[in-house]
């Protein structure tokens, strides 16, 4: 730790004589942790890359409590909302930092996306452990810059590949069926806010609407699919597959598989390079407001038949509500992009040049993850986490 070790240099070596730049051009290697950060971990034995023809950048990702703090001060951000009072929303968002930390994933994806696009060289980027700003950063940049991760399908598999089978804690850090401990934390919903950004920015270039971001988030810390419950794929495949649906196979069932369907949907080969300025961001209202009296409100103003000009607040709502999928389904015209908007709203950006039709991918995913016993025994196991909270009370 904190020392040069030559299989790594050759390691590294690899990697940046593996990229197609026209000129030699020094690695990119982003350190997702802030600078402080990873200076106060080589101060206590750990370090970070320093070897030669190597571009060190630090993304300032904070860690997972600084995401905690941020997700709860949101919350009660979204309390203290009240009609007929002025409240001290806008101050009470910036103060929680919680799109700061939004911004500074988004930024990090955006230097992955233009080095690896536009210079045509290859990237390297790490964090103190790899499954939480590490997954977030390395999916998003591939959403961004593979077509294929835009469709339905595609969408599913790189959570798949990037999220569970790359080892997120799941269960520790969404507190699945046990008590919060001090490292649970929203990395994943943190991550699908940000995807929600992305989309919100170009819609037409996915095949998903928001309305999966929800289903996700929901079903993520209802215990009723195998897909999130552990802590890594080993313990997954021996102690819960065999007892559990995946939530893919439901999500890409003909019943399903309607229900997220962009159909503005136009293929586009072309990488998307991301737009990172706070002022391009939108609350997602469907998720902190899916509980508050604001989501009803919204929610019976589309169901009630009006000739009158749309207000604003249902302009602006740019989500989807989860338990509202019964009425939208019912109602009328509605934009399938933002089903709290009516139909009368403003079209779609003109489609892309038409493209040839791109053979579907075989997906990943069997219609069921249902086996035969026998009933494997459960063992956790307790993994060492460089994010461990030292102001924690040590248990007894």
């Not at 369907?261 to 902190?288: D, G, M, T």
């Not at 086996?371 to 956790?380: E, G, L, N």
Request: aromatic residues 10%; hydrophobic residues 40%.
């Amino acid at each position: 730790m904190g020392r040069a070790s030559p299989d790594d240099e050759k390691h590294v070596a690899c990697i940046r004589d593996g990229q197609k730049a026209d000129q030699p051009r020094d690695l990119l290697v982003v350190d997702l942790r802030p600078w402080k950060a990873a200076w106060a971990n080589k101060a206590g034995g750990g370090g970070f890359e320093g070897y030669d023809r190597c571009n060190l950048v630090f993304g300032g990702i904070d860690n997972i409590h600084c995401v905690r703090d941020a997700w709860r001060l949101m919350c009660k951000a979204v309390d203290n909302v009240a009609d007929g009072e002025v409240g001290s929303w806008m101050k009470d968002v910036a103060n929680s930092s919680w799109y700061d930390y939004i911004g500074a994933i988004l930024n990090c994806a955006r230097k992955v996306c233009v080095e690896i696009v536009r210079e045509k060289c290859n990237v390297m980027i790490h964090c103190s452990d790899g499954w939480d700003r590490t997954a977030q950063t390395s999916s998003l940049a591939m959403l961004c810059m593979d077509p294929h991760y835009r469709t339905q399908a595609g969408f599913l598999q790189l959570i798949q590949k990037e999220w569970c089978s790359f080892g997120h804690k799941f269960r520790t850090r969404l507190a699945l069926g046990e008590a919060p401990t001090s490292e649970a934390s929203p990395v994943f919903v943190q991550w699908l806010e940000s995807v929600y950004q992305v989309v919100s920015q170009n819609p037409n270039i996915f095949e998903f609407t928001p309305a999966v971001l929800i289903r996700i988030t929901s079903e993520a810390m209802s215990n009723r699919y195998g897909t999130f419950l552990t802590d890594c794929e080993r313990e997954r495949l021996q102690a819960v597959r065999a007892h559990t649906l995946s939530l893919w196979s439901v999500l890409l069932s003909p019943s399903e598989v309607g229900t997220w369907k962009n159909p503005h949907y136009r293929r586009s080969e072309k990488p998307y390079i991301l737009i990172v300025s706070q002022a391009c961001f939108n609350v997602w209202e469907a998720y902190w407001f899916r509980f508050h009296p604001r989501s009803q409100r919204l929610l019976a103003k589309q169901a009630a038949p009006s000739s009158a000009q749309p207000s604003l607040e249902r302009e602006n709502s740019g989500g989807y509500a989860p338990e509202a999928v019964s009425a939208a389904a019912a109602a009328p015209a509605l934009n399938p992009l933002n089903p709290l908007a009516p139909s009368s709203s403003p079209p779609p950006p003109a489609a892309e040049p038409s493209i040839p039709a791109v053979k579907e991918e075989v997906s990943l995913f069997a219609p069921e993850e249902i086996v035969a016993p026998p009933k494997p025994k459960v063992t956790y196991f307790k993994d060492d986490d460089d994010d461990e909270d030292v102001f924690s009370k040590p248990k007894k």
